[in-house]
């Protein structure tokens, strides 16, 4: 935790960013889907959860990938080399690796995928794992050949057709998975992708795990501003996605109403 020198911010795709920071160990070494909270235009707006994309112990740095979608990521933006942010991390439970997996399907919706490649990195030298990314056109695709060097097999699925195959990530996973099942299942995307995952049995038969994206205040579950619900019981109960999560299993999650 504490002050990070901005090395580069670049654009990735339409729209997507990257912004790479100088880190300390604890940073470098962090579980796959944790991530770190960023103060943005020196305190005017909160800080900003974005999940760890990728790192690169050799040169000391870490990158988070996000999407422009309001004032303060188009602040950010614009943040130039050498500027100083203050950044708390990492922070968060990630995924973690069953004993004896040896074969991991990746599974990204939109900016879902930006978490997933420092997934890919992890498991390099620890299971094989094979990526399915889906994204609304071509135009906003992602770090593809940064996957393909991590991945067995990689896949990219958009809405409209314009890359890859017509469809959605969670269908091109679940025909993957009706061919090559793998041991667990890594996912990040939209609350519509995991509640069609949920619907689906090649994914509840298997270790499924997802993570969450909620506003959030404080990204230490001090304020309760990020409470998912999660099966308990005969009911559910809330926990806090920042703490907590941001990654659960699929099937204890309770998402609507």
């Not at 978490?115 to 990526?131: I, N, V, Y």
């Amino acid at each position: 935790m504490g002050l990070m020198r901005v090395v580069r911010n670049r654009p990735l795709s339409d729209g997507v960013f990257e912004l790479e920071l100088s880190a300390p160990p604890e940073v470098l070494g962090a579980a796959p889907g944790t991530f770190l909270h960023v103060a943005v235009g020196g305190g005017v707006f909160l800080r900003r959860p974005f999940s760890i994309h990728r790192t690169d112990p050799q040169d000391g740095t870490a990158a988070v990938a996000y999407a422009v979608r309001g004032e303060g990521t188009r602040v950010l933006s614009q943040t130039k080399p050498d500027t100083v942010l203050d950044v708390l991390g990492p922070l968060g439970n990630g995924y973690s690796l069953p004993e004896g997996a040896r074969r991991v399907l990746l599974v990204g919706g939109g900016m879902g995928a930006a978490p997933l490649l420092h997934a890919a990195q992890f498991l390099k030298g620890r299971a094989g794992c094979d990526a399915v990314l889906g994204f609304a056109s071509a135009s906003y695709a992602f770090a593809l050949d940064r996957f393909e060097a991590c991945c067995r097999s990689l896949r990219a699925v958009t809405d409209d057709g314009s890359l890859g195959v017509k469809c959605s990530a969670c269908d091109a996973a679940a025909r993957l998975i009706e061919t090559e099942r793998p041991d667990a299942v890594w996912a990040c995307g939209p609350e519509g992708m995991y509640r069609a995952m949920q619907g689906l049995g090649c994914f509840r038969n298997l270790v499924c795990q997802v993570s969450l994206e909620e506003r959030m205040g404080c990204g230490v579950g001090a304020c309760l501003t990020c409470s998912c619900r999660v099966r308990a019981g005969e009911g559910w109960e809330y926990r806090r996605v920042c703490a907590d999560g941001p990654v659960f299993p699929l099937g204890e999650v309770v998402f609507g109403g």
